[in-house]
């Protein structure tokens, strides 16, 4: 699928991020399940980021990336 440019607010401003559907898909479900709104969560990933991105857009799928392992750990046995 191709990337879609969508509009945030961070801290008052405006900014893009370059997301593919299904990380959107992702980033989004990864808020509702946090009762945040999508502007809230990606504040959160973009004040926690150091150098682990180098972009907001690049932060946003290692957050999302990070949270499905997560998720697939707490549901996988550990010895298999």
Same mark, same amino acid.
């Given at each position: 699928?191709? =990337? *879609?440019?969508?509009? &945030?607010? !961070?801290?008052?401003?405006?900014?893009?991020?370059?997301?593919?559907?299904?990380?959107? $898909?992702?980033?989004?479900?990864?808020?509702?399940?946090?009762?945040?709104? =999508?502007?809230? !969560?990606?504040? %959160? =990933? /973009?004040?926690?980021? !150091? $150098?682990?991105? $180098?972009? &907001?857009?690049?932060? =946003?799928? !290692?957050?999302?990336?990070? $949270?499905? %392992?997560? %998720? &697939?750990? %707490?549901?996988?046995?550990? /010895? *298999?």
């Amino acid at each position: 699928m191709p =990337i *879609v440019k969508r509009s &945030l607010t !961070l801290k008052g401003h405006r900014t893009s991020v370059s997301l593919e559907p299904e990380f959107w $898909d992702a980033f989004c479900a990864c808020a509702a399940a946090r009762s945040l709104s =999508i502007n809230a !969560l990606a504040s %959160q =990933i /973009d004040s926690a980021r !150091l $150098d682990t991105a $180098d972009n &907001l857009s690049g932060a =946003i799928r !290692l957050y999302v990336l990070s $949270d499905l %392992q997560a %998720q &697939l750990a %707490q549901n996988c046995p550990n /010895d *298999v």
